[in-house]
């Protein structure tokens, strides 16, 4: 007959425990309905032990939330093969089941929670939309990008940050439309743009040459065209 012992957990092990167990709180709850007992409780441990790894909530939060905006970076992160449209939606599936799995989690991520206006916040979701623009801009094979391509990019991860927050709201879409849609976006944003910037004429003309037929990019031509007026459809 054996006993069963309690291991006693390192001091960055437990601190990566009560993280973890603080997002996953977070992550079904808003953050200022979670109270620090019931990060102890969920824990295994008490109300003091908790305040001997972080001096507060906030510490605590703060902590939670930059292993969220991690992973949420992380998403962004694609391999450079296939056509754009393809991997901008593999982006979209990873990026919205983020947003699915850890709802009051990324509405705190992105509207600040119990820290809003905190720079530690500010900085992390900061550090978030910097990491997609710099993996768009990789994806698009561009290094020193033109003042019309960053503000279609920049916009584009604004929109997506928006319409995240606006579907958490009841889910009213279906997530794997509105990931499409999403794509949809980032195409048409740089459409409207390269209508007016020759420079983006050119980024769009590539990114397009290399999209099959099937791919998210035309099937947006092909929405656009059976709604164009037969008159304007005809060149």
């Not at 993280?19 to 079904?28: E, K, Q, R, T, Y």
């Not at 709201?169 to 020759?198: C, K, N, W």
């Not at 983006?200 to 099937?219: C, H, N």
């Amino acid at each position: 007959m054996t006993t069963g012992v309690r291991r006693r957990m390192g001091v960055e092990e437990r601190r990566q425990q009560l993280i973890g167990v603080a997002l996953d709180l977070f992550s079904h709850r808003s953050p200022d309905d979670v109270s620090i007992d019931e990060i102890a409780a969920a824990a295994g441990i008490s109300r003091p032990l908790v305040y001997h790894y972080f001096p507060g909530k906030l510490s605590l939060y703060e902590a939670a939330l930059q292993r969220a905006a991690d992973d949420l970076a992380e998403r962004f992160v694609e391999a450079h093969e296939g056509p754009l449209g393809a991997r901008l939606l593999r982006v979209m599936e990873r990026f919205l089941s983020f947003v699915d799995e850890h709802g009051p989690g990324f509405s705190a991520l992105m509207r600040g929670g119990p820290a809003v206006g905190s720079s530690t916040t500010n900085a992390l979701i900061d550090s978030v939309r910097q990491a997609a623009y710099v993996q768009i801009l990789a994806h698009l094979g561009v290094e020193d990008p033109p003042a019309r391509l960053e503000l279609v990019i920049r916009s584009w991860i604004s929109l997506a940050e928006s319409t995240a927050l606006i579907w958490l709201d009841g889910r009213r879409i279906p997530r794997a439309e509105l990931e499409l849609q999403l794509v949809h976006d980032f195409a048409a944003l740089t459409a409207v743009s390269a209508a007016y910037d020759e420079e983006m004429a050119a980024v769009l003309r590539r990114v397009l040459a290399a999209e099959p037929a099937d791919g998210p990019f035309a099937d947006l031509i092909s929405r656009l065209f059976t709604l164009a007026p037969q008159s304007a459809a005809t060149p």
